[in-house]
């Protein structure tokens, strides 16, 4: 909760699941669909089962791996893709956490680790910063 209310905050929080990567220029860039919306601010648009992009310099060891679900967020950014949504850079100031899969949850060693992870999203999905 601390990442994402103060260091510093961030303005959207979104579970995602990755469906390709490209690359475009100098950039990694990631196709998402949208499982969830926990925050958003500028992208009044988006909404469950919808595509958005996520760019990486493409010097940045960030990987995403398609087919994987992850907890993305960050701040949002000022350009767009070329339907005109919002499209949002992953740097330092972004938080990338990969979704565990549920049969993996259930191992003893897992759970508890996992158990947090569900408890923080749903509580950010329902109470945002408000602590």
């Known amino acids: 909760m601390n990442f994402a209310c103060y260091s510093p905050r961030v303005h959207y929080a979104f579970l995602v699941?990755?469906?390709?990567?490209?690359?475009?220029?100098?950039?990694?860039?990631?196709?998402?669909?949208?499982?969830?919306?926990?925050?958003?601010?500028?992208?009044?648009?988006?909404?469950?089962?919808?595509?958005?992009?996520?760019?990486?310099?493409?010097?940045c060891r960030t990987r995403l791996a398609a087919g994987k679900e992850y907890l993305l967020m960050g701040r949002d950014g000022e350009t767009r893709d070329s339907s005109d949504?919002?499209?949002y850079l992953l740097d330092k100031n972004s938080w990338i956490e990969e979704q565990p899969d549920p049969r993996r949850c259930k191992a003893t060693q897992y759970r508890n680790t996992c158990s947090h992870l569900q408890s923080f999203t749903t509580s950010f999905a329902i109470n945002g910063c408000r602590i």
């Open 17 to 59: 699941r990755v469906e390709r990567e490209s690359q475009e220029s100098a950039f990694r860039v990631y196709e998402v669909k949208i499982l969830e919306p926990l925050q958003f601010t500028i992208d009044s648009r988006i909404g469950i089962n919808q595509i958005r992009r996520f760019v990486v310099r493409a010097a």
């Open 85 to 87: 949504r919002p499209q």
